[in-house]
């Protein structure tokens, strides 16, 4: 039972414009989620995190959005620029607030392309 | 440059054969997860030890798989005996007092 779902595999957008990319969860006892990018033959690097106290957290030309009651967290990218392509993982956790290590539970990814 | 480093970025064993992967986390993270990354199932964690106790290892398969902390400089993760459906793409990360972990850049692991 996948607890974390990227329903889309992959996704394509010119450069310039807005990639959404999307990722719903089942497991109301996350409440830390975090946006990985992965490149070919290199570990998931770290992007975005947005705590479930929040709804929206911004960093330069990333942003994730986080809707609780639908279970739903999103990732903007923009402008979106030919080096964004890669493999883009959600994660979850069930940190509490005191701020922890917890393991992650990962979505199967979706692959973005920009075109130039 | 702090970087989580695995060892070997390759290995092509036989099945049967005792496989051992090396992680060293980096300095002064007190957390190290070991993931495994297929096609089918994406990435699944298969264990997680804090301050180099064992705190769940329950993703992995319990007769052939160990994992074990040495010292705080380094993880392993052993298969024995190994087949073929433990061909995958193994990382470890690691991490201090927060959810998000730093990646190694994998064991790509194929038996045949």
């Known amino acids: 039972d996948q607890q974390v779902k990227q329903n889309s595999p992959s996704l394509s957008v010119q450069e310039g414009r807005i990639s959404i990319l999307n990722c719903d969860y089942t497991n109301s006892m996350f409440d830390y989620f975090l946006w990985y990018k992965k490149y070919p033959a290199e570990g998931p690097t770290f992007l975005i995190s947005?705590?479930?106290?929040?709804d929206k957290n911004e960093d330069g030309r990333f942003t994730v959005f986080l809707n609780k009651s639908a279970k739903h967290l999103s990732l903007h990218i923009v402008p979106s620029q030919p080096g964004d392509s890669a493999v883009y993982f959600c994660?979850?956790?069930?940190?509490?607030?005191?701020?922890?290590?917890?393991?992650?539970?990962f979505g199967k990814g979706t692959l973005l392309t920009v075109n130039p | 440059d702090a970087r989580v480093t695995q060892t070997p970025r390759h290995k092509v064993t036989e099945m049967g054969q005792e496989v051992t992967m090396r992680c060293q986390p980096i300095l002064g993270h007190n957390t190290v997860f070991w993931y495994r990354q297929t096609m089918m199932q994406g990435l699944e964690l298969l264990a997680y030890f804090r301050n180099r106790a064992p705190l769940d290892d329950s993703g992995m398969p319990k007769d052939r798989f160990s994992a074990e902390m040495p010292d705080a400089t380094l993880a392993t993760l052993k298969i024995q005996p190994s087949e073929p459906r433990d061909s995958a793409v193994y990382f470890c990360?690691?991490?201090?007092?927060?959810?998000?972990?730093?990646f190694g850049q994998g064991t790509r692991l194929t038996v045949v």
């Open positions: 990360a690691s991490g201090l007092y927060v959810a998000e972990a730093f």
């Open positions: 994660a979850a956790s069930g940190a509490g607030s005191g701020g922890s290590n917890y393991k992650l539970t």
């Open positions: 947005i705590s479930s106290i929040k």
